[in-house]
């Protein structure tokens, strides 16, 4: 990064505060729609942060599959499970938040607390910079190549098991055929529904 | 770097099994893409014999002379055999339960075979990660496929809020977990093999720094939810009612076992400079998953929720072990393992048998089985006996082993409280028990006057009753001929470097930064003989 | 150069904004998005300890990497899990999610 030192700390400051605002904006916004669209804020500033870190790839990557893949997904979910449901507001709820706060501020202080007491030891070499993309192939075909092939298998899973989930099966499974089976019902039959959000809304058995 | 050396530089023979595992999961997914619904006669039996082979391949290794592989990102000791081989073992016997189970319930059987099996080969790299990559990649493939496993009957909403909260919560504690790895990473200057790393934290050389406590803490979070030790066990009472019932019996026992081998290998070996600190994080949760796991499991009235107590309570029982740390302690926990192994998934059996005839789990929907199913009610008492610890039952024979290596090494509290809870959890197993053999017909519950006629030539059911058949046996025999398991358990402790050196740096616990400096370099240049 | 501290900060900043939204959130939707904000916390540590203490190996941006990756199929697995539930209960209230007692 050739950038002069000044121009670094002000693109810094100016992400950091990007990422600290939207973050709170996630978390904090009642509408679902703004979260989910902050939410790609986050992860560009992010992935600014990244090019400040000399580290291209990993910015090009997390823009393609953070925002590219992850909050789209997002926001088909909520396309998906779109409603607009009011929450029946917790009794003594705001204790729940402000305790909830003050452990967050908590951990945050020790944290930084950690963070600021450690002496860690900086390295004088210079760092790779675009010569990363090659490093990052090398690791992934020499001393990471175990998690590189097991990852594989564990997107493959993942993709046959979402599917399964997510899939709404239009035909109904055939009852099955033995005669005798008559004996053995479901193995889980559930013992009470309680009926979620509107009446008479109870799962279809 | 030249990649034709690189290829002899792997010992990719040491994931044998694991491929053997990989292949096995491809044919069946695949054959099931092709047959359809045919399939389902054919690839039970195929995933049965796939883990089998997985077996056979993991005793041909045993005390291989190069264990490390893929340029050090996969242990393959001893240790990680034995761990690896009960995981395999849990896998095989969840089979034969869940042919039945998952027919009845009208969803497909290859797919869930498949996704058992991914979770399988994440335990197995699990157990022998050896970098904080792997590590992460291994716990979040079996993390992953469990809450896949556990939301499988998508139409019973039970199982989707069951799957829900193991999502978020699980997810929630491997980004904890994963906030330590990063901590540690940056605290040993950018390692991310465990030995070098501690290796790097003893040249610092300073007594227990805040970073690394720090990083010990958030790391034991993820440890112990897999693990399910008191005070992070909240999910598994609502997993394991919720989840389909061989789903839990592989939790209980495959994810726990893969949990206590990443607690083992990553505490010992990253850790030793915090030594007294997590020593005494985990007797805490020993105490807390012992005392609050057996005393819950009192107030149960379904028998999926008391089998999830009665879990964290014996992973209390096995962290008596892994707090002492002497060589008695490891190989007395390996032994317990093994040894719940068979009751628990004995037991679980048993529990899927009854809800398949009946169509529940409520404890008292048991009450008067004797009458009606001989066979089921043995099997069930003498599974349910061996986990309260009553002789001449196996559980009795690792219950005593574990306190013996717990009382010689001077951690008399933990044996006294294990030994008070033992006691108060015989009762609530003695309960069920009693519940089950009552003579009155008018005690009997509706589920039992309503009981089906007792047959086993329904499709599925033949491998149930050989799989119980043999779980029952080894329980009541794994206690009287334990020589072997016993044997097993303190040769994978011997010889594994990596304890050794520990055990060899616990009996010298007063001078703990010097040994420590010149065990780390014979352990790697053991390690890379 | 920036100090490396401030980057850890604004980690450990993003980490306990995540933690926050995870406990409170009611909506679970927003739950599965504090998930990836506390997994983006975690890589601005790795790229930052990957830039300041390994600069010349870059493994901490492999195991971002990683981390990525997985997060992706995490969200896809969290999200399959989300549309089986809202079908068969009609809601994405976490407190309404209690057929099993906590």
Redesign the interface.
Known sequence: MTLA?GV??VL?GLL?AL??GT??G??LLSN?VY??FL?GG??LS?SG??V????G??AA??IL??VG??NV??L???M??N?S?P??P?RRGWI??IA??G???G??A?????????S????T????GDG?TV??G??????????FE??S???L??????????R?EFVP?EP?T?A??D????????RE??P???EG?E??? | MDFTNLASQLNAGIILPEGIVVATLLVVLVGDLIAGRASTRWTPYATMAGLSLAIVALIYQWDTATPLSFLGSFMGDDLSIVFRGIIVLSAIATVPMSIRYIEQSGTSLAEFLVIMMTATLGGMFLSGANDLVTIFVALETLSISSYLLTGYMKRDPRSNEAALKYLLIGAASSAIFLYGMSLLYGLSGGKMKLLEISQSFVAADSDAPIGIIVALVFVIAGIAFKIAAVPFHQWTPDVYEGSPTPVVAFLSVGSKTAGFALAIRLLVAVFPVVSEQWHFVFTALAILSMVLGNVVALAQTSMKRLLAYSSIAQAGFLMIGLVVGTEAGYSSMIFYLLIYLFMNLGGFTCVILFSLRTGTDQISEYSGLYQKDPLLTLCLSICLLSLGGIPPLAGFFGKLYIFWAGWQAGAYGLVLVGLVTSVISIYYYIRVVKMMVVKEPQEMSDAISNYPEVRWDLPGLRPLQVSLILAVVATSLAGILSNPLFTLANNSVSHTPLLQAAIDQQQAPKAVVPPVATIAPAVTSVAQR | MIPLEFYLLLAAALFCIGIYGLVTSRNVIRVLMSIELLLNAVNINLMAFSNYLDPATATGQVFTVFVISIAAAEAAVGLAIVLAIYRNRDTVDMEEFNLLKW
């Open positions: 030192e670094q700390l810094f950091a990422v600290i973050a709170l996630v978390v679902i979260s989910a939410l986050v992860f992010i942060l990244y400040l870190l000399n580290a790839f990993v990557a997390q599959i953070y893949a992850v997904l997002i088909f979910g909520i998906l499970v409603k449901q929450f029946t917790v729940r938040l909830t706060g452990v967050c501020l951990l945050f020790l944290l930084s607390t950690m963070i600021l007491g450690t860690w030891q900086l390295s070499e210079t760092p790779v990363a490093l990052i090398m690791h992934f075909f020499s001393d990471f190549l175990l998690p097991l990852a298998v564990l997107l899973m993942a993709l046959v098991g979402a599917i399964i989930l997510a709404r499974d099955p033995d005798i089976s004996a053995l019902k479901l193995p889980e039959r559930p529904l309680v979620a959000g509107r809304s799962s279809p058995e």
